[in-house]
């Protein structure tokens, strides 16, 4: 069965460091992907995601993400954090006809 | 564009009651929409699949008498949640699609905070 791990259930980063979020998945095509974030009782807002191309992706905010097909990943990452990027981080895959598979779950917690 | 709203975004209901959660595609048609649940810390579990003008599919373990979906439109689909009880307290997201392409990416509503006294 196709599968999507995010292997840190929560990181601390401390503000203005680089940021990597780990994402993780298994399926034998390459699929559609996505990361979104979800600050405290909002909904999922769309960062980045991938359908084709360029393996690099630029997204919202500062943040990228860059497919790997060799090791099925497709980590986040961003120069330098700011305390308002705060919120819990979802992985996605996109397999056939719009279905979605997320990941469990990044939080990201930004010390001063 | 792909704007998706919910209504209520939050609601407070007594135990026993039924609560309905609006999802509207506003401007675009959405040829299918998708329930989530959401607990606390938790990441989003798919409920329901739904497709205009046809019954929803339910995931494994999820009552379709207690949750009753309807996508009468092509903008519109509705959560019913029946004889509601404080385990179905929850956080409820709608997202929603267009059809035609190999992948239609899903566009998420905001969410719906139902908490069952």
């Not at chain 2, 998708?34 to 329901?48: D, E």
Request: hydrophobic share 35%; proline share 4%.
């Amino acid at each position: 069965a196709q599968s999507v791990t995010q292997p840190d259930i929560h990181i601390t980063v401390s503000e203005g460091a680089s940021l990597e979020l780990r994402c993780n998945y298994s399926y034998g095509a390459t699929p559609y992907l996505f990361w979104y974030v979800q600050s405290p009782g909002q909904g999922l807002q769309l960062l980045l995601k991938y359908f084709s191309g360029d393996t690099l992706v630029q997204g919202i905010k500062g943040f990228e993400a860059e497919f790997k097909r060799s090791q099925s990943s497709f980590n986040l990452r961003k120069p330098s954090v700011h305390w308002s990027d705060a919120a819990e981080y979802f992985c996605a895959v996109g397999l056939g006809y719009s279905t979605l598979t997320f990941g469990k779950g990044t939080m990201l917690l930004v010390s001063p | 564009g792909a704007v998706v709203s919910q209504h209520p975004s939050r609601v407070i209901c007594k135990s026993g009651t039924s609560v309905k959660i609006e999802c509207r595609s506003l401007d675009f048609q959405a040829t299918t929409m998708f329930w989530y649940r959401q607990f606390p810390k938790q990441s989003l579990m798919l409920m329901a699949t739904s497709n205009e003008g046809s019954k929803a599919t339910y995931e494994q373990g999820v009552e379709k008498d207690k949750f009753l979906i309807n996508h009468a439109s092509l903008t519109l689909s509705t959560l019913t949640v029946t004889s509601a009880h404080p385990e179905d307290s929850s956080f409820y997201i709608c997202s929603a699609a267009t059809s035609g392409g190999p992948y239609n990416e899903q566009f998420f509503g905001p969410g719906t905070r139902l908490t069952v006294l």
